[in-house]
């Protein structure tokens, strides 16, 4: 049980256009999934929590105008990257915790987005 | 402030050989929650343990084993007799009690040499 997925796992796009990327919760309903970018051989950096029905909570230093969560199931959650330019070429991953409660995040496998 | 180190950027070894992947985390919480994952080449993170801040009881599994020690806000993570396919980057991670953000380290990397 607990599983997530993403879609897609891995895209390449051309600069100036627009991805999105869709995490699911297969099996569970998750009032908040969490957003994290993971730049080659760094670690995990949160972008934005998303909660169903609301409006995602960014952290410092991300533009919500330029990465727009939308949270409107409880089983999904899409990020779009709008207007990508080579430095938001990444790996973008999606967690999500259960409606229930409890503390535990469930990962997704992750999106690689390279922008040309 | 929440803050997670692992000052080991990289490990190398060598097969069968013990290997401890050292963390150090900071919070002024009193409930919080530390957590190991590892993460293969292929990028999916895979859990591995989860210890709440009011539980000080060291845990064994398998070949994995963790020490945790809040007089020292400590929680080591090590591989017994460890293998090829335990090399991965590992990381630690710290979130409060109210099951919010996960604080990440910077992460080990493990390469286990034949």
């Known amino acids: 049980g607990a599983v997530v997925s993403q879609h897609p796992s891995w895209v390449i796009c051309k600069s100036g256009t627009s991805v999105k990327i869709e995490c699911r919760s297969l099996?569970?309903?998750?009032?908040?999934m969490f957003w994290y970018r993971q730049f080659p051989k760094q670690s995990l950096m949160l972008m934005a929590t998303?909660?169903?029905?609301?409006?995602?909570?960014?952290e410092q230093g991300v533009e919500k105008d330029k990465f727009l969560i939308n949270h409107a199931s409880l089983t999904l959650s899409t990020l779009t990257v709008t207007s990508a330019h080579p430095e938001d070429s990444s790996f973008y991953i999606c967690?999500?915790?259960?409606?229930?409660?409890?503390?535990?995040?469930?990962f997704g496998p992750g999106t690689r987005l390279t922008v040309l | 402030a929440q803050k997670v180190t692992q000052a080991q950027t990289e490990i190398s070894v060598v097969e069968k050989e013990d290997v401890t992947l050292d963390c150090v985390y900071e919070?002024?919480?009193?409930?919080?929650?530390l957590f190991w994952y590892k993460q293969p080449p292929s990028g999916e993170l895979v859990f591995l343990i989860r210890?709440?801040?009011?539980?000080?009881q060291n845990e064994i599994s398998g070949r994995y084993s963790w020490n945790f020690q809040k007089s020292t806000s400590s929680f080591n993570f090590t591989i017994t007799a460890s293998q090829v396919v335990d090399s991965a980057v590992y990381f630690c991670?710290?979130?409060?009690?109210?099951?919010?953000?996960?604080?990440f380290g910077a992460g080990t990397i493990l390469r286990v040499k034949s």
């Open positions: 967690s999500a915790r259960l409606a229930s409660g409890g503390n535990e995040q469930f």
């Open positions: 099996d569970f309903q998750a009032t908040t």
């Open positions: 998303s909660n169903e029905g609301s409006k995602a909570t960014y």
């Open positions: 919070t002024r919480d009193t409930t919080y929650y």
């Open positions: 210890r709440n801040s009011f539980d000080e």
């Open positions: 991670a710290l979130n409060h009690g109210y099951g919010n953000k996960l604080v």
